[in-house]
């Protein structure tokens, strides 16, 4: 059964921040692109969550990549996968690991 999949107020903000980073830098159509791959990603996260990795089973969290430079964490209750935030792997890990 195929659950719902939320965003945190921290996923929304760094998702639109990636959109309006690859319009200005890149162009609408990468842009659209990297909409497209995340809606992918989100249909099959909401399938099955479980062909993610953890990266750290106690507090069970697990990732997903969306492009080479975008990963998703995420966490999965009974009902719903909560994705906590979208990651920029360029960005400095040491910010990641205040998140999660």
Known sequence: MAKEVVLSPLA??????????????WGTTV????????????ELLSDDSNI???IDKNKKIQKCVVT????LYFRK???IVKI????DTRQNPDKLKSII
């Not at 921040?17 to 690859?22: C, K, P, V």
């Open 12 to 25: 929304i903000i760094n998702y639109e921040n990636i959109i309006n980073y690859l319009t200005v830098k």
């Open 84 to 87: 906590i935030t979208v990651f």
């Open 52 to 54: 993610y990795s953890f």
């Open 68 to 71: 080479k430079h975008n990963v």
């Open 77 to 79: 209750t009974k009902d």
């Open 31 to 42: 842009a659209n692109n990297f909409v497209e791959r995340f809606q992918i990603v989100i």
